[in-house]
């Protein structure tokens, strides 16, 4: 397929918003003490984030945002910014909130879940270390879905449709910490492994009022996060001011595959970047 053809306000939509789309971006954040919760109690928390990327991610993500639309793009150009966009679409910088509920099942066991803008989360801790007094280690296993991708067609409904968009998240964090009734520490490594695809039919068209033609662009991959996080909550009894910082490495790879009428040309990606991502919140616990 030469992509030669393909217009440039369709590709401008769909780059741009995935450029921007904080929707699709995970929650790094675990904001949580190495104490599990206590049997038969609940914790809440309150909580915003800020992720932040560099390297490749980022380099990627600036071919997004410095593009140039003026004009037919060379199959070479075309290539790079769907390239650059699907990346995008991975890990974008984002600010978001979330609130988590967490219940104490037994002394060892804790079960919970969190909501974000963009995602559903559910986890289940085991608290594998308790040394009298105050220190304490847990492991955690999570799995997020997505409630949607990014939202296209609230720019331009005419020149793109999203067909469908899935995204799951599975996630390790193993942590080590100190916890009394005034502050709670804590650190250790959080693994995620993420998986994911979209489709989107573009209008390759727009110079008369309807679209003359169109294409359909289908994404699939996978990404892998290695990370550390430290934190640190303040507070008396059953309420603290947390704060936690992550950091670490993010890669991810697929293809993009592309098809109009007869023609179609397929790609792969690969990327890798770091990831930082601080946190603020409020624990409490009832």
């Avoid at 995935?18 to 190495?34: E, K, M, N, R, V």
């Avoid at 984030?49 to 993500?61: C, F, P």
Wanted: aromatic share 10%; charged share 15%.
């Amino acid at each position: 397929m030469s992509l030669r053809s393909v217009s440039l306000l369709p590709l401008a939509c769909l780059a741009g918003l995935l450029s921007f789309g904080a929707a699709c971006s995970p929650s790094l954040s675990t904001l949580q003490p190495a104490r599990t919760t206590p049997a038969g109690h609940l914790q809440i928390t309150t909580s915003a984030e800020y992720v932040h990327t560099e390297g490749q991610i980022r380099e990627a993500i600036g071919i997004v945002e410095n593009a140039d639309f003026g004009g037919r793009m060379t199959a070479a150009e075309v290539t790079e910014i769907i390239d650059a966009a699907t990346v995008a679409l991975v890990q974008p910088p984002s600010v978001g909130g979330q609130l988590s509920a967490a219940y104490g099942l037994t002394q060892r066991f804790e079960l919970g879940a969190k909501v974000s803008g963009s995602a559903i989360r559910g986890h289940l801790r085991f608290q594998w270390l308790r040394i009298s007094p105050g220190i304490y280690g847990s492991l955690g296993f999570g799995v997020s879905g997505y409630l949607f991708g990014f939202p296209l067609h609230t720019v331009s409904e005419d020149a793109v449709k999203v067909d469908g968009f899935s995204r799951w998240d599975f996630d390790v964090p193993l942590h080590l910490g100190y916890s009394n009734r005034y502050f709670h520490i804590w650190g250790g490594p959080k693994l995620i492994f993420t998986t994911f695809n979209a489709g989107v039919t573009l209008c390759t068209d727009t110079r008369s009022a309807t679209c003359g033609s169109t294409a359909a662009v289908s994404i699939g991959g996978t990404a892998a996060y290695v990370t550390g996080q430290l934190g640190l909550a303040v507070g008396y009894k059953r309420f603290w001011v947390a704060a936690e910082l992550t950091v670490g490495r993010v890669g991810t790879s697929g293809n993009v595959d592309v098809v109009q009428g007869a023609r179609s040309e397929s790609g792969v990606f690969a990327h890798e970047g770091l990831v930082v991502s601080p946190s603020v919140g409020v624990i409490a616990w009832f």
